[in-house]
């Protein structure tokens, strides 16, 4: 067997608790140089997803991640994210994704949130966007990854990179949206990255 094959099989398949392509995508490219192989669950049909109902991006993550370890063998990674308006109260929160409405899609929840924020200034636009992976095994969670990205709201969209609100989240210490920056220097600052580079060591410190 090739070293290359040898490294193949001595990798650990996760599976990813999501049907979210752009998330999917974005986390095999954060962990691509970690002994991780990630498959989603468009792999498993019958593992359906639960219901988002929790009060925190942990408790989410956790009854995601805690859900489907029951119905499989492999260990399960399951992540929560989302936007916190510091003038807003913290929202939209866990509601991120569903703020427009269950059947809108990102553009919405962008137009909507700018809606609410109209001309509010500069300094009253902070937001900061953050993440929870759980990472759980036979029904029990094994592990929390955390990553926060402070910044504020622009005040229109620009950028066709990334999704979700990163058309209009400047992240700080940048004059450009999350959707302007390239993939690398996106995955350097953000949330996901940031707790995806934490679950990374974690698995390196563990095998």
Known sequence: MTSEGQARQSRLTLLLA??????????????????????????????????????????????????????????????DSGIEVRALGGQPGVRSARFAGPDQDGAANNAKLLGILGNVPGRRRQARYACVMALAAGGRVARIFRGTCAGSIALRPAGRGGFGYDPIFVPRGYRKTMAQLSSGEKNRVSHRGQAARRLARWLRSAR
């Not at 970690?34 to 956790?62: C, M, Q, W, Y």
Request: aromatic residues 4%.
């Open 18 to 79: 999501t049907r979210n392509g752009h998330k999917v995508r974005e986390l095999r490219y954060l962990l691509r140089d970690s002994p991780v192989r990630l498959i989603s669950l468009e792999h498993f049909p019958g593992i359906r997803p639960v219901k988002e109902d929790g009060a925190t991006f942990e408790a989410n993550a956790v009854k995601k991640a805690v859900a489907a370890s029951r119905r499989t063998i492999l260990p399960v990674l399951a992540e």
